[in-house]
């Protein structure tokens, strides 16, 4: 069992940057898949961006260059930096661990569902 506690949310004007963190706690284990997902009220959820046990990463392509995901394996912690912030990017963002699908096309490795979640954390992002 892996239990997830993000942090770090909140309102943030355009162009503005916010750094998100997971806490991961239970049976952590540094070589899992973790990521970041993100739902908007009215809209599916979304997969924002992953990180393998190797180190690999992964974007959705809405937030190439602007998002970077890391995972401080030591702390056990996932955190993403989110700069050049849009209002499109407004959503509640979930943390997740442990890949349980996960498909590769080309060069591309995307986790489409973990087993474990926590509770979200809101973002803002006014015009």
């Known amino acids: 069992q892996v239990q997830l506690v993000e942090s770090g949310g909140g309102s943030v004007q355009v162009g503005g940057s916010l750094r998100l963190s997971c806490a991961a706690s239970g049976a952590t284990n540094r070589s899992y898949s973790m990521g970041w997902f993100r739902q908007a009220p009215g809209k599916e959820r979304e997969g924002v961006a992953g990180i393998l046990g190797d180190g690999y990463t992964d974007y959705v392509d809405s937030v190439k260059g602007r998002f970077t995901i890391y995972k401080d394996n030591a702390k056990n912690i996932l955190s993403l930096q989110m700069n050049s912030l849009k209002p499109e990017d407004t959503a509640t963002y979930y943390c997740?661990?442990?890949?349980?699908?996960?498909?590769?096309?080309?060069?591309?490795?995307?986790?489409?569902?973990?087993?474990?979640w926590g509770q979200g954390t809101q973002v803002t992002v006014s015009s």
């Open positions: 997740a661990a442990v890949c349980t699908d996960r498909r590769t096309a080309g060069r591309r490795t995307t986790c489409y569902e973990y087993k474990y």
